[in-house]
């Protein structure tokens, strides 16, 4: 069996989004490493049966000492644990990790979920940081032993038109998957529709748009409760603060739950879920609703459009658009009888392709090809 290192920026995030990938590894008798920030998920990591190895990763710095730090401190992890395999996570690990491993000769698996802040921000410091960013991705993806996950063929579309990527060494694997026993579809609730945000609370994440869009409900008479779940990422330059998120709540536009581990129960007791996003990789947001039996209403951008089949499942708005976003919303709102219709064709896309199980035995597959080992059974 094989050596696999993991190198993320939150094991916070890990464990939310990728742990099935670490259970399944462990029980595929592969050693596991995860490289990651302290923080309390390394717990439940450490306990699952991996090894951790601390690395300083700050994804809101821009410094360029304390980036040559990460840089240096990832290097020194792949040094240190000779991996047969390193698995890199989120933008940061996959610029740094990608060119530490490519000079160090280390097969690396990049999974490209999103393209980041860099990509949406259109200010002029933003464009300039996509250049850098931009060079930076060739220097790391393009190695001869270097493979990368696309989520989205709007992703593997920009990065072949923008030059970045030149090999042919990319799978696409839709996502992270949802645990379809875990999040089961439930009756609507009685009482008012309730409409959810679940995300970080992010202006890229369209939170703006939402409270925006609540307050144009409201003046045309629509009655309905508007809620957002998730906690505030200063490490991220659009992060909506906790006294902003706090003067809506008084303001008596939305309601504001933060970062809640029962995001079953969320769903449930939800009627519609949104996410107005400027740019996704493959949102968990939208397949975890999907798996919930939850109808959607979702930008028509990168991966939204992936993971929401318009008039199917749920509603594609305008992004940047909040009065677009009202009347998508209101269009649910006032139609229970779309609101089931959508939400069991959602939980029927979800079995078909959001199983977290197939997104799991995808990269086992993928390590096996890479590291020359078998994939076993599952037991």
């Not at 000492?65 to 933008?91: K, Q, T, Y």
């Not at 250049?131 to 996950?149: E, F, H, K, Q």
Request: charged residues 20%.
């Amino acid at each position: 069996m094989a050596r696999l290192l993991f190198v993320a920026p939150d094991a916070r995030f890990l464990v939310s989004h990728r742990f099935n990938l670490i259970i399944a590894a462990l029980a595929q008798g592969h050693e596991v490493v995860v490289a990651a920030p302290d923080g309390p998920a390394v717990e439940q990591i450490v306990a699952a049966g991996a090894r951790h190895v601390a690395v300083p990763i700050d994804r809101g710095s821009k410094n360029p000492l304390r980036e040559i730090g990460s840089f240096l401190a990832i290097a020194s992890a792949l040094r240190a644990v000779r991996p047969d395999l390193v698995h890199l996570i989120s933008p940061k690990p996959t610029l740094y990790g990608g060119i530490a491993a490519r000079i160090l000769g280390v097969p690396s698996i990049a999974a490209i979920s999103g393209l980041g802040h860099a990509f949406v921000n259109r200010s002029l410091f933003g464009r300039l940081l996509r250049r850098g960013v931009s060079l930076a991705y060739r220097a790391a993806i393009n190695g001869r032993r270097s493979t990368i996950i696309f989520q989205n063929n709007d992703d593997l579309g920009t990065f072949r038109s923008a030059g970045l990527l030149r090999h042919d060494r990319h799978v696409l694997i839709a996502g992270s998957g949802t645990d379809l026993r875990a999040i089961a579809p439930k009756p609507l609730p009685a009482g008012p529709p309730v409409v959810i945000l679940p995300a970080r609370m992010l202006g890229d994440k369209g939170v703006y748009e939402f409270v925006e869009a609540a307050r144009i409900l409201r003046g045309r008479g629509v009655e309905a409760v508007f809620r957002l779940v998730g906690d505030p990422d200063p490490s991220n330059p659009t992060s909506v603060g906790a006294p902003q998120l706090q003067a809506w709540v008084a303001e008596g536009v939305v309601e504001w739950v933060p970062h809640t581990h029962d995001i079953a129960g969320e769903l449930a007791s939800a009627h519609i879920v949104a996410l107005p996003s400027y740019r996704e990789g493959f949102p968990k947001t939208l397949i975890d609703a999907a798996a919930a039996g939850r109808a959607a209403v979702a930008t028509d951008v990168a991966g939204c459009r992936d993971a929401v089949v318009g008039g199917v499942t749920g509603i594609l708005c305008l992004p940047r658009d909040a009065r677009s976003l009202a009347d998508a919303l209101q269009k649910l709102i006032r139609d229970p009888a779309l609101q089931a219709r959508m939400g069991a064709a959602a939980r029927r896309h979800a079995e078909a392709h959001f199983d977290v199980d197939k997104v799991t035995l995808a990269h086992l597959a993928l390590y096996a090809a890479v590291t020359g080992t078998t994939t076993r059974p599952a037991q």
